[in-house]
């Protein structure tokens, strides 16, 4: 109705030392729980320090892909709702070069050969078992370091070309942008979706490499989107305590992000999770069900049990309600919530191959996870620094502004 | 429409339905919305052709229960499904599923997932219609030309003389003040029923009476017995153009349906002339040695050991003791019927010829079945191999050891 109308913000949309001195903190945060990881963890190539990393940095990649899928999809539908928050995605979906360099810690073990949790980077552990033998042709340290190349590479250019024309925008006001960013996401979504799932099956499913399940990306990536909403959500929170955004952003639009942290984080992620499950169960092949086996055994058990109750009844019914949604405390709650649960997720999809029946927590499980996402928020927010945090002159401002839900 | 009423049931004016206010634009309509809802009106509607947002807060509409009803769908659907596969095969009628437990949850997912939702949308459905009182037959403002604008392109507000608040004139003056084009009066509909046509009304009726019918049939087919037999559906998959075995066809001269085989008749590789191979006798009498076909080395020996662990350790045991996972279950059964495996290491059946052993895993022996039919004779001699080693480990003298493994077992032992 409101097509490229003028707009006129009466909000301060830009934040600047405020954003720098948490961006410093977090960073510093970061930087020191990630040494003190390691050096309690036994080193850079110790076990223990390799797998906290490992866990921890898939957490972090997870909610920057959330967020490099949340940028592309806004633009492929020729989204309007979402303009006023598509800014802050943009700025955090940034952060792919720094996750890149997050996952030296993860990449430098297995390209020396020196890592103990990937046994197919170990030629002495692929000759005893013939599945590794013949999986080798895709599971060699070569192949592998051209392959985590390229998704990284790709995603970092994705994700700065998508800020770069957004910010163009602001100071051209063109709006071809809008469509060009259009055509370039459909092809980019299909690429998203196929590098997404290799990198889930490279980093996070070979660890155990006899194991296979198809639908694995799908479910780290339901688990990526649902963080990724959260973050942003307590993001925008974040700014509209410091007075950002104050106007721009209501609650129509926390409204939409909290039914999509409800459709992804809690339906979505239990459709796969059962998905996988029940045709595993049902077909009762010992190459798959022995994943199965060992986390539903032990006291894994109870993590298993703990992830049924805490990402799908309890938040299912607390975050069912609208006025849940509308609220900005019970969404930052349930935003807390799906963050936290998506940790012991990802600790459950790698700790159990690691060891089996006995849960190995360690201190280096948590300083990790401190680190990385102190420098995923701190990089995040020293880039936020001086940029307009909504797209002053996207022709659909004005919608998103005045968007209502029915 | 304009020349009704057709006919009244009273004589005299209709009495009065209420006022209609015609608006140009959403926004006037939202606007005259709130002006109706301030002047504490509750009898009272607005019209539009498409939803308009923002028109409940105007109208100061309180939220709706049907998210709760949906709920309650949902969890009824869930809980239905849930309650009647656990009823079905886990009480009423036990149905053993590939070794799964007679309730097994995961499943009953799948129709509980369905039905879950199947309930809730019919619920939302259902449930909307309800609390929007539709369908409804009926309405005054079915006659009034003007309105037939509301599916096109104008906005109205009904204001009805029910409501306690309401005053011919002065509701007309807020009406006319509150931006609207156009007020008119509505007059009741004294022509039309307001109650559902007899002629529909009949229909659902015998279309529900009729639904039980298929549920009374199968009631009545669990209680009673009959001597009929079941009726064919689809006779031509029933009856099919074809003959059976153990059937008269009258074609042959011997009328079986079911050809004998011709004397001499062998199958394509079944000639199995070699009576060493594939019986294991030479000359009548039982091979003291190994067929020529079969090579005595590793590759065969491992063949045998995997062909051994398949078919012989249910019952013989890993190392052919007698000892197996079937003679455990049915010893800790007591069936006395049960007679025990051999133990295939112990003397009497090391001094058996291999072809005799070959003949007893081919054709079976006491309570042992033939595996003829069921692995190949290659394999049953690999078996044999297997076995003969498994003899030899169980009676081996130190002479037969190398020089190696006998230091090892001095200085173990």
Redesign the interface.
Known sequence: MAHGKEVHLEDNIQIGDEASDLGKKALGVGVVAIVLGAVVGGGPFGKQFNASYLVAFMYVLAIGLGFLWFVTIQHLTNAKWSVVVRRVAEIIAANMPVLALLSLPVIIPIALGQSEIYEWSDPSKVVQSPALEHKAGYLSISFFLVRIAFYFGFWSLLSRYFLKQSMDQDTSGKAEINKSLQALSAPSMIAFAITLTFCSIDLLMSIDAEFYSTIFGVYYFAGAVASAYSLLSLSLMWLQGKGRLSHAVNREHYHDLGKMMFAFGVVFWSYIA?SQ??LI??G?LPEETHWFHDRFNGDWKIVSGALLGCHFVIPFFGL???HVKRNRKTLAFWAFWILIVEFVDLYWLVMPTLSKDEIPFHIADILCWIGTVGIFIGAAAMRMKGKNLVPTKDPRLADSLAF?N? | MSEAPKKTKHTGPAPLHGLLAEYETPNALIHGAEKVRNAGFRDWDTFSPFPVHGIDGAMGIKATILPWLILGGGMTGFTLALGFQWWANGVDYPFLISGKPYWSVPANIPITFELTVLFAALTAVFGMLALNKLPQPAHPLDLRDRFSRATDDRFYVLVQASDPAFDERDTRALLEQSGAVFVEEVPEDAASESELPRGILYVLLIIAAASTIPFAMAAYARESKTTKTRFDIIPDMDFQQKFKGQRMNTFFADKRADRPELEGTVAVGELHDDDHLYAGKVNGSFARTFPAAIKIDEATMNRGRERFGIYCTPCHGQVGEGDGMVHQRATSLAEGTWVPPSNITEERVRLIPVGELFNTVTNGVRNMPGYGHQIPAEDRWAIILYVRALQKSRAAELKDLSEQERESLIRGG
């Open positions: 059962f499950f029940m169960w049902y009762d069912l309600s609208r209502l029915p």
